[in-house]
């Protein structure tokens, strides 16, 4: 029977603490907000730089990217033409020796 009314007393407190509780944020002390906000540019100047940095990187792989599939394409390139010669060379018959 206490751990009935134990459980009831819990929820009643639960209850009572939702209900009283808001969603809302409790507004700053002025001299709180009056602090924050610099802090807050400061943070947004911080995010701003490392956001540009980030897509410096991110275009200078994207170059690194681009020019190195260049390359492997040239070399593909360059390794289809020597096969085409090998196969041309053994096409072809091999003169009579004396």
């Not at 206490?2 to 209900?19: I, N, P």
């Not at 610099?38 to 275009?59: C, I, K």
């Amino acid at each position: 029977m206490r751990c009935v009314q134990f459980v009831g007393f819990v929820g009643l407190m639960l209850a009572s603490t939702a209900w009283a509780g808001t969603d809302q944020p409790k507004p700053l002390p002025a001299g709180q907000a009056a602090t924050s906000l610099p802090q807050v540019r400061q943070r947004l100047t911080r995010n701003q730089a490392e956001v540009r940095r980030l897509e410096q990187d991110l275009a200078r792989q994207e170059s690194d990217s681009k020019r190195a599939s260049e390359r492997l394409q040239q070399q593909d390139q360059a390794i289809a033409e020597l096969q085409k010669q090998l196969q041309e060379l053994r096409a072809t018959p091999a003169p009579a020796q004396h």
